[in-house]
């Protein structure tokens, strides 16, 4: 399954509640989860898979040294429901933000806490900081049609590849 890239209208559009989680909803999660399982990310928004509805799918399991852990959730209709003040920025990229690979600094809170239905429909509430919190606003971003790149410092972006061939001492550009 390829993950939508930008320039694509639904990246831009605000998703659709889950009104009923029936077997449509629960495939769109084994689908995102499955992806999500096939690619360098920490988390899925359903528009990145082209379902323009509120489901994020979290779950990342360590893999070098400096790597996070992030524990793998659902969310239907997640909404923030508190943000602390504190703020920090970090860079981010996005899988959807690959052709060409662009990063940059967000400035994020610190602290969030988000409330959402699980798969079953129940009702949850977690507590998030740093990376987790920054995961959560980032994918919840995604389902109201933003991308990290509406939130970017814009002075901060820059394109991966340029990055590699300055590293090599290669600075020419083609
Ligand atoms: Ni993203």
Request: proline content about 5%; hydrophobic content about 35%; charged content about 30%.
């Amino acid at each position: 399954m390829k993950i939508t890239q930008n320039p694509n209208p639904i990246l831009n559009k605000k998703t659709a509640k889950v009104e009923k989680i029936d077997s449509e909803v629960l495939g769109v999660i084994n689908k995102m989860k499955n992806t999500l399982s096939e690619v360098p990310g920490v988390a899925l928004a359903a528009p990145q898979i082209g379902i323009s509805k509120q489901i994020v799918v979290t779950g990342y399991k360590p893999k070098k040294e400096d790597d996070i852990e992030v524990p793998e959730m659902v969310l239907i209709n997640p909404e923030i429901i508190e943000k602390s003040s504190m703020v920090e920025e970090l860079e981010e990229g996005c899988l959807s933000v690959q052709k060409p690979e662009i990063r940059g600094q967000v400035k994020r809170a610190k602290k969030i806490k988000v409330r959402a239905l699980n798969k079953k429909g129940d009702k949850i509430e977690i507590k998030a900081s740093n990376f987790l919190a920054r995961v959560l606003q980032h994918e919840i971003d995604h389902l109201n049609g933003k991308l990290f790149l509406d939130r970017a410092d814009p002075t901060t972006l820059y394109k991966l590849e340029d990055r590699n061939n300055i590293k090599k001492g290669n600075t020419n550009t083609e």
